[in-house]
């Protein structure tokens, strides 16, 4: 394929089909599981200080109760992409919910660490059938590019609106309830999102897909969770021959993976895809941004509530500016990536983010809120144009029948990235914090605890002498801050770099217009 397209292979016979009627409905439905994915990622880091409370996870498990959901979904999205576009992308999605409704009790009432890293990674199963299945059936849904582009930003924008909808009701139930209740919201969406889907969505497949090669299948899981774990654990715990091994079976069974599916007639990915440089470009810029984010989306709710000592509802409200902004980007981005251009959008949108992130080099925990808000508004409008153009651009790469292939793609680019993100990003934050001066007077079963995660230390320091608490508490609280400044520095650094390949890679690269536009 050419590197500059304004209509997609399959464009010649779209521009005769007739809008489908009800497709705003269905839209709806489609954003409302969007949302639901959302909430749940977001509510899990309000949660955090609270699970480690009760669970009494070590800073090793808080980080896999984090980001196994991550590891998983990445596993599986291209499976669940491909299988969606063979059996019917809306039976893949109302199956998705019901189960995603059904493991979101098993996390609510998960009563050991361990037990709540396998809810977690059930959660990402279930999850795996969503994301891909909603991207997939806006592009067959909507034929119009220019409506196409509005339903993406849409789209994006109920992901945004869910970043800030989570914490805030999460802050409301963890006010009133136990965290587990933060998880128990799923249900009723589900229920909804199924009733209503059943009605209103149209099913869409590939209709000649060819089997579904099962071996692909676990070549691209056992690759991709092998390099990820890999990554973390060398980033946590320093190269050893193990992790070595770890990372290359993973290497060795994605280079298979990829070789397979360069000679079977049906694959499970069409690598060919990657041929397109608009494709290749907002896959990689997805990845990237996401990664460079993901430490500050992780960390902020306990900077926010355990160093700032904010209420978990009023975490959940200090958050909102990113919402907005991201919200009212995604929902601008196609009209201006039309007016200026794809790669204009995009860099700046990234470049804003990267700018954003190094202000936090600055980060005290004294900072006050309207620095924050400021930044945090920064971060939003940046994203909400930059992973909005990607979508769409991704989208319009492909035939239509090979949506859910391609939805994929998009979508394991931004969870890979997200569990890269906080196994690097997360492991300098837990390596600076580990390092911390304790006070002489604390007994080593405190410091032990102190040392494993912020919300230890704050147990901790809650049974101590007061000026003792309150020296381990600041000492703690500042050796985090730290490793905050240094993770946003690496993460700016990351989102500018991405920001200048997105203005090479992207060159050229074009919106579709509307139909007699």
């Known amino acids: 394929m050419s590197s500059r397209t304004s209509t997609p292979p399959s464009g010649a016979h779209e521009s005769v089909e007739t809008p489908r009627p009800g497709r705003w409905l269905a839209l709806a439905v489609l954003a409302l599981a969007v949302l639901l994915v959302a909430v749940d990622a977001t509510v899990l880091g309000l949660a955090t200080p609270f699970l480690s409370e009760d669970l009494r996870p070590s800073g090793t498990q808080l980080l896999w109760i984090g980001d196994v959901y991550s590891f998983v979904i990445a596993g599986l999205l291209v499976s669940m992409g491909s299988l969606g576009d063979r059996i019917g992308r809306k039976k893949l999605l109302l199956c998705g919910a019901v189960a995603f409704g059904a493991v979101s009790v098993l996390n609510a ?46 789209w994006g924008a109920m992901a945004s609106a869910g970043a800030a909808v989570g914490p805030v009701v999460g802050g409301f139930l963890l006010e009133n309830f136990w965290w587990g209740s933060v998880f128990l919201i799923n249900l009723p969406v589900m229920a909804v999102l199924v009733l209503v889907g059943i009605k209103l969505l149209p ?41 070595g091994l770890v990372a290359a079976v993973g290497a060795g069974a994605l280079w298979w993976f990829v070789r397979r599916q360069l000679t079977l007639d049906s694959p499970l990915l069409n690598m060919r895809l990657f041929h397109h440089r608009g494709f290749s470009g907002a896959v990689m810029a997805d990845l990237l941004t996401v990664l460079g984010l993901s430490g500050l989306v992780f960390f902020l709710s306990q900077f926010l509530q355990l160093v700032q000592d904010r209420s978990p509802l009023e975490a959940g409200l200090a958050e909102l500016p990113a919402a907005i902004g991201a919200v009212t980007a995604g929902l601008l981005a196609g009209q201006a990536a039309r007016r200026w251009s794809v790669r204009s959008v995009v860099a700046g949108g990234l470049a804003a983010i990267g700018l954003a992130l190094g202000a936090l080099v600055w980060l005290e925990p004294d900072t006050s809120y309207p620095v924050l808000g400021a930044v945090l508004l920064m971060v939003g409008v940046g994203a909400g144009f930059s992973f909005t153009v990607t979508a769409d651009v991704i989208l319009s790469s492909v035939p239509k029948e090979q949506a859910g292939s391609a939805s994929a793609v998009s979508e394991t680019a931004y969870e890979l990235g997200a569990a890269l993100g906080i196994a690097l990003l997360g492991s300098i934050v837990t390596g600076v914090y580990r390092g911390f001066a304790v006070p002489a007077d604390v007994p080593a079963a405190q410091a032990t605890e102190a040392h494993e995660s912020l919300g230890g230390a704050v147990e901790s320091a809650g049974t101590l002498p007061a000026d003792t608490g309150a020296a381990l508490l600041a000492s703690a609280q500042d050796a985090f801050v730290d490793g905050l400044q240094i993770a946003s520095g690496v993460g700016a650094v990351v989102l500018l770099v991405t920001s200048v390949a997105a203005w090479f890679l992207l060159r050229g690269q074009r919106l579709e217009e509307g139909y007699g536009g």
């Open 109 to 154: 009432y998960a009563s050991s660490p361990e037990m709540m890293i396998a809810a977690r990674a059930l959660l990402g199963v279930a999850g795996a059938t969503l994301m891909p299945s909603t991207l997939a059936l806006i592009r067959n849904i909507f034929h119009d590019p220019r409506e196409r582009s509005l339903a993406i930003g849409i």
């Open 203 to 243: 099913e869409s497949r590939d209709p000649a897909p060819g089997p579904w090669d099962l071996l692909s299948v676990v070549l691209s899981m056992v690759g991709i969770i092998a390099v990820v774990y890999a990554v973390k654990e060398g980033a946590t715990h320093g190269p050893t021959w193990q992790i």
